[in-house]
């Protein structure tokens, strides 16, 4: 396998990040394009990138998708989406017939964790638990070194744990209440900022709202990281409230790191600290000591996630 | 590996039960022993057990530990344990010391999750996940058909999942609040049987308070079976919070099936009913269809799942 090279394309909500993955030098010629309107035009779009890159590197021996969908991993299906024009399309033969190399498809979450287990935060720990923390909480889990996908291939939706179970109703399509993702994603952030920012006018965050500027989880951020305690407040909130998840995932998974990502942590330990803290308090000895880790491959996990995901589907196959 | 035999012991906190597990017969001379008081006692006896099953049954190649305890699985050490006089104690190299057998060690959870795959409830269902309602909650996990403990063999602890994080303090040695454990366990049920036997003194619960009668978990059990519609609500309450930790499981691993097994399933679906509406309610689609099924081994899945989990090691290290 070590002449081999793979293609990875983080399929997001707007945009696709395609690159290709060799042994040596890990990531070559980076792109990013639309993912188009319609079904027909990300088919297209899709097509047309995973082809040049194809043209481009004559080593490449298969394609990796991470797309953000309830995805069939073994029948190569994109289910639904909540972000992107797909239903029920069978986009691993689509691709695969278009561009004439074996194509394997994986959500989005699952393929950024085996990224950040691979290359990122989680090397060397085979047992790592990853939470991807934006509009949403997003999930991936590596047990034992590999992807786990549950029975189909649905699983690890880890923002769809409950914390609270007479909290708020969840997001997009989830019927439940009290999931981590209602009360601790960059929208819960947002606000929470808004509701410290009204009770507190003299903070950094109530000044913004007084001025009539948007008061979202990118302006708590900022405002927390240059050191408003109203805006710090409001991370000790959800961090902590990340953290009862965490202390949750760990007496399920006892892993080796639970990885936090996303849009999020841009706050960094000003998120992590409050969640460790909830981690050493609540999980059971030895869980209490799983490390949280931040990410550290950003926006790159996602695609080079899903081309060492197609090159350890490659190397099952070739076994 | 068709001749071989393994055994099989399910150490309880008063009693322990060892089998014989063969391909042909399963279980060959079934036996009840006491674990003693102290730690020499409980290895004097167990060893005493172990070499009485072994000299019956010459083709026996392996024996296999299901214990209520911390566990590393790879080294064969239980950790600790809440009601066994154990601590740090390298069982399996002192077991196969004297009893001449290859020796494996597993928590009682995990083993009666494969017993309950291999040979009950989900047969044929290589992603399960199992909970034991007893006087705490209990759990095993079989992802891809094999049993999944964790980075050390700790993991698995199910019943430590928060579905209330300002929920009342767990029990025993659990610092945490609002566990599934503290609010829908056997000690739960009662609890809540007592309080709503207060509330409504015309009831059969309430008779029994009025009466000077223990108004406990087997109480509560037997009224609602006799169709007390107070008692019939206990388990409504105590169900549906089964079910919001089932709901988050289910999320997380896709599972084919959750199988509730445990002195609590003794109601039977007045326990799973409320347990299988919450996960329609609150599970993602396809999760809100994962199938909770009953037990079927009862108080043998320790023991059988035990000897199974000593086959499955043998058939690894002579692979």
């Given at each position: ?19 290709v993955l060799s042994?040596?030098e ?30 481009a590197?004559?080593?490449v021996?298969a394609?990796?998708?991470?797309i953000?969908?309830t995805?069939n ?12 024009p ?21 959500n989005?979450?699952n ?20 939470l991807?923390?934006?509009?949403g909480i ?18 690890a939706e ?9 909290g ?16 601790a ?5 947002g606000?929470e900022g808004?509701?410290?920012a009204?009770s ?14 948007e008061v979202?989880?990118k ?17 000790d ?5 990340l953290?009862?998840?965490c ?5 399920i ?11 999020v ?24 000591q ?6 550290t ?12 995901m ?6 099952r196959?070739?076994?």
């Open positions: 396998m070590s002449g081999s090279e793979t293609i990875g394309v983080d399929l997001g909500g707007t945009k696709m990040l395609i690159g042994g040596t890990r990531l070559y010629e980076q792109r990013e394009a639309s993912t188009g309107q319609t079904e027909d035009e990300l088919v297209e779009l899709l097509v047309r990138e995973v082809t040049e890159a194809r043209d590197r004559p080593n021996t394609v990796g998708l991470g953000p969908a995805i991993h073994d029948e190569g299906i994109a289910v639904s989406a909540v972000n992107l797909l239903a029920d399309l069978p986009i691993r033969e689509i691709v695969s017939e278009r561009v004439g190399l074996p194509v394997f498809v994986d989005d979450g393929v950024a964790a085996l990224a950040e287990y691979l290359y990122g935060a989680a090397q060397g720990k085979p047992h790592m638990v990853m991807t923390v934006g509009t997003g999930g991936g889990l590596i047990l034992d070194g590999e992807i786990y996908r549950g029975s189909t291939g649905a699983g880890l923002g769809h744990v409950v914390i609270q179970a007479d708020p109703p969840c997001q997009g399509n989830c019927p439940n209440h009290g999931c981590v993702e209602s009360l994603s960059g929208t819960a952030l606000r808004r509701a410290a009204e507190a006018a003299d903070s950094a965050l109530g000044k913004l709202l007084a001025d009539g500027k979202d989880g302006a708590v951020t900022e405002a927390a990281l240059a050191g408003d305690e109203i805006a710090v407040g409001v991370f909130l959800i961090g902590g409230r953290g009862v998840a202390a949750s995932l760990a007496n998974f006892q892993p080796n790191a639970i990885v936090v990502g996303g849009g942590i841009a706050a960094g330990d000003l998120l992590l600290e409050p969640a460790r803290r909830e981690v050493r308090e609540r999980a059971l000895n030895p869980m209490n799983t490390p949280i880790l931040e990410a491959l950003g926006n790159d996990a996602g695609m080079i996630g899903a081309a060492a197609a090159r350890s589907e490659v190397a196959v070739s076994a």
